[in-house]
């Protein structure tokens, strides 16, 4: 996951006989976006047309669709300009400028600094070279990027076009097709695309400068290919010691979490069709998250790969336990991050646990969540600032539900309680003070007949202050007057703790770049990288992926399971199957550095041009987060042929496959 400031120029022409010119790369980088909060995406035409994915837009499609419409489910063209539709709130980014501003962010940090205040310097000066930045070019958006944990730091600056319009997404069922089952795994057959437009005033955007072109055939096997776009995060300079905490304590709570969260919306959404369609974005993502964490802890609990991640992080510290002045400065970051992740490992069940009214982000109960505002809105242990907030949010703080909240706020209590007996200890406090002594569905009961649900009662408490709220005998009151204190207490402990991981990892980050400098590339960040690769099936099953898979794949896998859900194809596709070409290629896979935040990255071959459109990874892909293998890991990519394909047959979009394929 190559940094744009410093491509491995030396690397690629002896791994490639490639090596990319400064032009080549800025016209890259600035045909390349960042997507919303999450994703990324390019410029495909010089006309402001931006291509992603579909998942990565559902969210925007479902906000616009017309009431009564699902945009989402049935997919939309427009077929003018005028029919083009603006999405609220959505942005996308281009980054500008890159500037390496290492030396001002430490600026007055000493090697006698404590954990605390070189964190708090560093804070002081990133807020300093914002400002000055957004002063110099107002009409930029800055951003300190952080890399190789703080060894260097960049000051990125980027143009932020806000008016996005959306022009193409095809049916859910075809950018999904196989659904959750076929999610992260190959042979895909998936049409994950979206097209949206970048608009300037009245009219679209002119992109003439930076696109890039859709390629006529797409890739074939062997070829090198790039892919473009915004890694969110990987986890390649966390030391064993962290690892190993994320393997026994974080993944398997947040994944108890998530799969309760998604078995109760599953429920819920078998209700009806509108119920469904309200929780559809969001269960769609739960599944996506849950599956990734999956294939995350499947990869730390694989004892080669532990084992291949012991010897690199002996072999690196026996580098720097070679190198004096590095010794003396990074030794004993190992150590230091071995405490934490003890530390860390007790405290992880509690400050997940221990709290009030929400799971997963979804309330569990509204009585409690307000008794918490109430109590923190004059609680000792309370900042001055939060007891300001929470008494502002507990005035303005509306009982109102979501109909899936009405519907399974008692399935989520019972749930996060079940899972908090199964993680706490039998005697802990939190454990007697909410329910005490009682079924999780009968304390839900107790705590439901809260007077909080009279407004009058809720502002005679905030008048009387801690006080009265502590004379209080309410249940919902009582409750939050104890756990308030514990979650405050965790949350200090956890922050402490924070900082010294951030700050040890940080000279672990600069070890590394002592060691070995710009020759490994750094972290995710969310930050937009180019990653190198080559388009190869590989070995699975006892027998071959093939590099691509075809239209005719689809309709078998379709036949194979009597075209029923998750593997029906939309009507339109059946209508005019005998119009489409079966052997157009559908998805491909190639060996390209990949992970969330990737979706949406175009795939681009040596001239430039859009050979594929990132969707997923495989299955073995996943533990690439923390130890990068491209034995049987890939990447997986719609091909631009079959986006091609279904605009001309499937969607009547032939002005649009024009534009991708005639842009000059």
Not at 500 to 527: C, H, I, M, W
Request: aromatic share 10%; net charge negative; proline share 5%.
């Amino acid at each position: 996951m190559w940094t744009f400031e410093n491509p491995p120029l030396a690397y690629l022409e002896q791994e490639y006989g490639f090596k990319p010119t400064q032009e080549w790369l800025d016209q890259v980088r600035l045909a390349s976006i960042r997507f919303g909060n999450g994703c990324s995406s390019s410029f495909v035409s010089p006309k402001g047309l931006i291509m992603t994915n579909h998942h990565c837009a559902r969210e925007s499609i479902d906000q616009v669709s017309p009431e009564g419409q699902d945009w989402g489910k049935e997919g939309y063209y427009a077929t003018s300009y005028d029919s083009e539709v603006r999405v609220p709130g959505l942005t996308v980014q281009q980054l500008i400028k890159m500037r390496e501003v290492t030396a001002d962010m430490n600026v007055g940090v000493g090697d006698g600094d404590d954990d605390a205040t070189v964190d708090s310097k560093r804070e002081a000066n990133r807020q300093k070279i914002l400002d000055a930045a957004r002063k110099e070019s107002p009409e930029l958006k800055p951003e300190i990027v952080t890399l190789y944990n703080g060894a260097l730091f960049q000051l990125y600056q980027y143009k932020v076009w806000n008016d996005i319009r959306l022009v193409c997404a095809p049916h859910l069922k075809a950018a999904y097709f196989g659904g959750d089952p076929d999610n992260f795994t190959y042979p895909r057959f998936c049409f994950d695309f979206t097209f949206l437009r970048a608009w300037d005033g009245d009219k679209p955007a002119d992109t003439s400068a930076h696109y890039f072109r859709f390629s006529q055939g797409g890739p074939k096997d062997g070829e090198l290919v790039f892919t473009v776009g915004n890694p969110g995060s990987t986890g390649r300079l966390l030391t064993l010691a962290q690892l190993e905490r994320m393997r026994d304590v974080y993944y398997p709570i947040v994944l108890e979490i998530v799969d309760g969260l998604i078995r109760i919306m599953q429920d819920y959404s078998k209700t009806s069709t509108k119920a469904e369609q309200e929780v559809r974005t969001q269960m769609f993502s739960m599944a996506n998250t849950q599956k990734a964490f999956t294939g995350y802890l499947a990869g730390l609990n694989d004892a080669g790969r532990m084992e291949r991640k012991r010897k690199a992080e002996s072999a690196f510290r026996a580098k720097i336990d070679g190198l004096p002045m590095a010794k003396q400065r990074f030794g004993g970051a190992w150590p230091a991050l071995e405490e934490v992740a003890k530390a860390q490992e007790e405290l992880e069940p509690k400050r997940r646990l221990q709290v009030l009214g929400f799971g997963a982000g979804f309330g569990f109960s509204k009585e409690l969540e307000l008794a918490e505002l109430v109590v923190r809105a004059d609680h000792p242990d309370v900042s001055p600032e939060g007891r300001k907030n929470s008494r502002r949010l507990a005035e303005a703080f509306s009982h109102e539900v979501t109909p899936f909240e009405a519907a399974s706020m008692r399935a989520l209590f019972v749930d996060h309680m079940n899972r908090a007996k199964r993680w706490l200890p039998k005697d802990d406090s939190y454990l007697q003070v909410m329910l005490a002594g009682k079924s999780p569905e009968q304390r839900y009961e107790e705590i439901g007949k809260s007077q909080l649900r009279d407004p009058a009662f809720v502002k005679q408490l905030l008048e009387g202050g801690h006080e009265a709220v502590s004379k209080c005998n309410d249940a919902a009151i009582q409750i939050a007057l104890a756990v308030v204190p514990m979650m405050q207490r965790n949350l200090r402990d956890w922050n402490s703790v924070a900082v010294k991981e951030r700050v040890n990892g940080e000279r672990v980050g600069q070890a590394l770049f002592a060691a070995y400098g710009t020759k490994v590339s750094p972290d995710a960040t969310f930050t937009l990288r180019f990653s190198d690769g080559v388009v190869r099936g590989y070995p699975y099953n006892g027998t071959l992926a093939p590099w691509k898979t075809s239209m005719f794949g689809l309709y078998a896998r379709a036949c194979e399971f009597d075209n029923k859900d998750p593997f029906d194809l939309p009507r339109p596709f059946l209508d005019r199957r005998d119009q489409i070409d079966m052997s157009t290629p559908l998805n491909f896979v190639s060996t390209n550095d990949i992970i969330g935040g990737n979706s949406g990255s175009p795939v681009i071959n040596t001239k430039r041009e859009v050979v594929g459109l990132i969707f997923d990874g495989n299955i073995e892909q996943l533990p690439n987060r923390f130890l990068f293998d491209d034995e049987v890991a890939r990447s997986v990519s719609v091909h631009t042929s079959a986006i091609i394909e279904a605009l001309r047959k499937v969607y009547d979009a032939g002005p649009l496959a024009d534009e991708l394929l005639g842009a000059k």
